[in-house]
């Protein structure tokens, strides 16, 4: 079958190991998508899985560990744009980014400790992280405001002597149900008198420490993401050493901005791949599916939808690249605008795509597995980093921007 994919310029080592993970997935991951949903259904689903584990020592052996992190000699110096075609590829699983070491939250939070961590906190926290030894998670999002304004978070980072004190609440802390996260990166407000995008800090808190208590699993749309899990966890009195924080109090809104560009960009990126596999299955199964005496390919209206598909995938490809290579040429920062739409074109593009080969399967797409998680992954991800409202209203107010400064 040839490959419909739009595919970029790549330099001759990304393009090389754009096949190796491309071999690798089909000779490794694809075959154990069985075992690994046999192995989470069996005993205690909060265990690490074996296949995992299996997987990460092969990619590790076989070199394809760390393939993210961007302007660091840490992972494999690929560039945003070179690393995109990579990441399409792991998405088409939706664990599969974890045996190569490239799975959120730990991209994000490594990215976080190679741009932001003093020696001693690489030391302790990143090194194991980029070893694939332990995990992390990202203490953000609260119950009780609307965290899609960062700047509404209530939980508190109090200095006191050597140590501060935290307190608060937060939900949807991605990964911190497995029993391999030994740390949080814990976003509060250390100076609630500053101005307003100065009160917020960062800070690192060990998950054993006293006064860190889970208080239950979060479900999406019926899915507990086992082993990895989203959870709620109350912060009581929690003390840490003064050395934990990041950067310094008030920069806390200031490391968000830098580590939510790369993990959104790389969300949308596997958003491409989980589309790519449902087109594919919504192909397959319309030439294989026979309804009034012909096969449902041969209705204009699933040739319609396969069309549209292809259409939305590619566009949305383009806009990722796009991205990709701003952030490549001009930093983050300045490449705002591109990360926005791109936040808000994936996900619904994803989920458009997956549903569509949801209904050309009928009763069967409702129980298929991989479209069902795929469309709760997908749907996910227009509320995660940030609702498709707030980036729009980036977009807009950019936009604007240009006419009120010509006026």
Known sequence: ??????????????????????????????????????EV?????????AVIEELKARAKADGLWNLFLPESDLGAGLTNAEYAPLCELMGRVLWAPEVFNCSAPDTGNMEVLVRYGTPEQKAQWLEPLLRGEIRSAFAMTEPLVASSDATNIESSIVRDGDEY??????????????????????MGKSNPEAERHRQQAMILVPRDTPGVRILRHLPVLGFDDAPHGHAEIVFDNVRVPAANMLLGEGRGFEIAQGRLGPGRIHHCMRLIGLAERALDILCERSLARVAFGRPIADQTVTQERIANARIAIDQTRLLVM?????????????????????????????????????????GYGMQDRFLAHAYAAARSLRIADGPDEVHRNQIAKLELARFKAAR
């Not at 090389?16 to 998508?33: G, I, S, T």
């Not at 259904?41 to 899985?49: F, I, K, L, N, S």
């Not at 990360?339 to 399967?361: G, H």
């Open 41 to 49: 259904a069996d005993g205690d689903r909060w265990q690490p899985v």
């Open 165 to 186: 004190v935290i307190n608060g609440r937060k939900w949807w802390t991605s990964g911190a149900n497995d029993p391999r996260c030994k740390i949080f990166v814990f």
């Open 322 to 362: 796009d991205a990709a290579r701003k952030m490549d040429a001009f930093g983050n920062k300045l490449a705002l605008r591109e990360i926005a739409m791109i936040k808000v074109a994936a996900p619904n593009m994803a989920c458009e795509v997956i549903d569509m080969a949801i209904q050309a399967c009928g």
């Open 1 to 38: 079958m040839n490959d419909p994919r739009i595919h970029f310029d790549l330099t001759d080592r990304a393009a090389a190991l754009r096949e190796r993970v491309a071999a690798f997935m089909d000779a490794h991951v694809y075959p154990n998508e069985d075992r690994y949903h046999r």
